[in-house]
């Protein structure tokens, strides 16, 4: 402790308190529950595999065959648009590019906005087409324009699998058509809704009913989602819909209530019906059981970590998601642990470099873990600046 002390003795007084938090691993009792995932409650009977989990701390509400490898049909559009988002974020991408159609992306089947060769589409329309019509030629089109093959997409879909520790998926293209060795489980496929989800700007795709391709074109083209529940339940925002013969009917979707996010994940449904009434009850499960307890907003500074050799001694850092905790609407009683966790910084230090992680603990077992990261850049300080530093603690000290 005493080397943390003398760097703290470098802070800014204004500083210091906040700093020191920063120092100290520090905990805190907040209502939490410790959720197991349901299995007193009728759920998805008809669903091969189904999962219902909130999107805030990734707590499982209920489960059936989560981790039985199915194939998913159009649902894999989850992880291209995830994969195209992560690119708009890196400013790899931006929504205005114009993507050319190449004569392969033009000749997918199945669900499609019927891409001519050569036609060039802005990505905002590209994705428009892969949220809302499920369009298979725009998917890989995009994954072309982002990787320069759809091969080379496909790498990319199993390396972000990989990220994300997940064991029952693989991808083989960037659409779900019929192929081989192009699989995924219901709990794989809530984790990477998850991870779309924190992409906000998503549901300006995923949550729209209707919408127009080249409106004012010769060959305008009607969009209608291919998820009616996004326009028959509350809150409904996403995500993405998948039907073969092989898949039958599947469903990632995604809803919203003040600031409890439900993700519920069904494959192998036998009808669309089914499909819908199935995931409805899943939905009024989770909102009528739980809530979710905000504690932190995506962004927000929670608190000033120490800079060493840095022009200022301290900078922000905010969690890369929403922190909250899940609570039971039958039970408020239960008490749990958010913790913050830090690490050295040394300057230079770049904005989104990653400072810690909060971590929210019930009966001894992490349920959440949330990356926190540096909220500006900090510039080493010149060697003149250190040297003045120096000699000022040593004038101090000899006070």
């Not at 995932?37 to 595999?49: E, G, P, R, S």
């Not at 648009?81 to 992560?86: G, I, N, Q």
């Not at 039958?248 to 036998?270: D, H, M, T, W």
Request: with cysteine.
């Amino acid at each position: 402790m005493s080397l943390w002390m003398s760097k703290l003795q470098r802070i800014p007084k204004q500083f210091k308190l906040a700093a020191l938090t920063c120092l100290i691993s520090s905990a805190s009792m907040m209502p939490v529950l410790p959720v197991q995932a349901a299995t007193d409650v009728v759920l998805a009977q008809q669903a091969k595999a189904a999962i219902l989990m909130d999107a805030t701390t990734g707590s499982i509400l209920f489960a059936k065959n989560e981790h039985q490898r199915l194939p998913i049909a159009s649902v894999t559009k989850v992880m291209t648009m995830l994969l195209v988002f992560d690119a708009i974020d890196r400013g790899q991408l931006h929504l205005t590019d114009r993507i050319r159609t190449s004569d392969y992306a033009a000749s997918m089947g199945g669900s499609q906005i019927f891409l001519k060769p050569g036609e060039q589409m802005t990505l905002r329309d590209m994705l428009k087409g892969i949220a809302i019509s499920s369009a298979n030629d725009a998917a890989v089109a995009v994954g072309e324009h982002l990787a320069g093959s759809e091969e080379n997409f496909v790498r990319l879909m199993n390396a972000r699998v990989q990220s994300l520790h997940l064991k029952d998926t693989h991808f083989a293209n960037a659409n779900g058509l019929p192929v081989a060795n192009h699989y995924a489980s219901a709990y794989d496929l809530a984790i990477i809704s998850r991870e779309l989800m924190h992409h906000e700007q998503v549901t300006k795709f995923t949550g729209v009913y209707s919408d127009h391709l080249r409106e004012h074109s010769e060959n305008p083209f009607w969009l209608v989602n291919t998820n009616k529940l996004i326009r028959f339940y509350q809150g409904m925002d996403g995500i993405k819909t998948g039907y073969t013969a092989e898949a039958k009917y599947c469903l990632a979707a995604s809803a919203k209530r003040n600031q409890f996010r439900v993700i519920a994940v069904v494959l192998g449904e036998p009808t669309a019906p089914i499909r819908n009434a199935e995931v409805t009850g899943m939905m009024n499960y989770a909102f009528s059981h739980y809530d979710v307890k905000p504690i932190y907003g995506k962004g927000q500074v929670v608190a000033l970590a120490p800079v060493l050799r840095g022009q200022l001694q301290a900078v922000g850092v905010a969690p890369v998601s929403p922190v909250g905790i899940l609570v039971s609407k039958m039970d408020h009683s239960i008490t749990g642990t958010i913790k913050k966790e830090f690490v050295p910084l040394v300057a230079p230090v770049k904005k989104g470099q990653l400072a810690g992680t909060i971590k929210i603990i019930s009966n001894d077992k992490i349920v959440a873990s949330i990356p926190l990261v540096t909220v500006s850049e900090i510039e080493k300080v010149s060697f003149i600046e250190m040297l003045g530093r120096s000699m000022h603690s040593l004038f101090l000290l000899g006070r």
